[in-house]
């Protein structure tokens, strides 16, 4: 119930190409789920995050779509480039009632091919 | 602003030997957490601290860790008698209550 499963585990996409990476969740109590990117030798950074009350955000050339009654969500990457290769990895968690853990997918390592 | 840092960025240990890890927070970060990633796996948690308080460490896999924060500022990862297990990147994240992590770059220790 507390898992998180990503998909893909890798992406190669062309370069202006449109990458999409899905979450599916179990625990219908999550309600916070970020994005993070992690390049290799770095910390992941937070890219995008949404609240289960609305069903789209966007912020530049990534959108995370949800849809709470699949208990899934996913990131969009427009236009993409090869800066964007990187591995990302989804996450859920609740914060409501103060629970801090966040529950990480596998990671998708995307490959963006100029 | 100044990120996240953590020192030191390597570290290559003989087993058997203690190690110490540092994490400087975000300045006015309650929150922080220390996580080990495995290479090519996701974080995994092992603690959090709020303020100088560890109130979760059901995440440390053994009670060779052990982790402190002592004036709710610099936290100090210290695994005893490393094995060879040990051996994986260990991030710090600090956040501001709003479930917003931010993470340091990591430490990566190699355990020989």
């Known amino acids: 119930q507390q898992q998180v499963k990503q998909s893909p585990q890798s992406l190669i996409v062309q370069k202006g190409g449109i990458s999409i990476i899905n979450c599916a969740y179990e625990?219908?109590?999550?309600?916070?789920f970020p994005w993070y990117q992690q390049f290799p030798g770095k910390g992941p950074a937070l890219l995008i995050a949404?609240?289960?009350d609305v069903s789209e955000k966007k912020e530049g050339r990534f959108t995370i779509s949800f849809n709470k009654s699949a208990k899934q969500f996913s990131l969009h990457i427009m236009d993409s480039q090869p800066g964007d290769s990187a591995t990302y990895f989804c996450a859920a968690s609740h914060l409501r009632d103060s629970n801090y853990q966040l529950i990480w997918g596998a990671g998708t390592k995307l490959i963006i091919k100029p | 602003g100044a990120g996240v840092s953590q020192s030191p960025r390597y570290k290559v240990a003989k087993r058997g030997q203690d190690v110490a890890l540092r994490c400087d927070p975000i300045?006015?970060?309650?929150?922080l957490f220390w996580y080990q990633q495995a290479l090519g796996q996701g974080p995994e948690f092992l603690t959090y601290?709020?303020?100088?308080?560890?109130?979760?460490k059901s995440g440390l896999p053994s009670d060779r860790f052990f982790a402190e924060r002592p004036e709710g500022s610099v936290s100090t990862l210290k695994i005893q008698r490393t094995q060879q297990e040990d051996s994986a990147v260990y991030l710090c994240?600090?956040?501001?209550?709003?479930?917003?992590?931010?993470f340091g770059p990591g430490t990566r220790l190699t355990v020989t």
């Open positions: 601290f709020q303020n100088e308080a560890q109130l979760d």
């Open positions: 949404i609240r289960p």
């Open positions: 994240a600090s956040s501001l209550y709003t479930g917003e992590q931010y």
């Open positions: 300045s006015g970060h309650v929150s």
């Open positions: 625990n219908t109590a999550f309600d916070y």
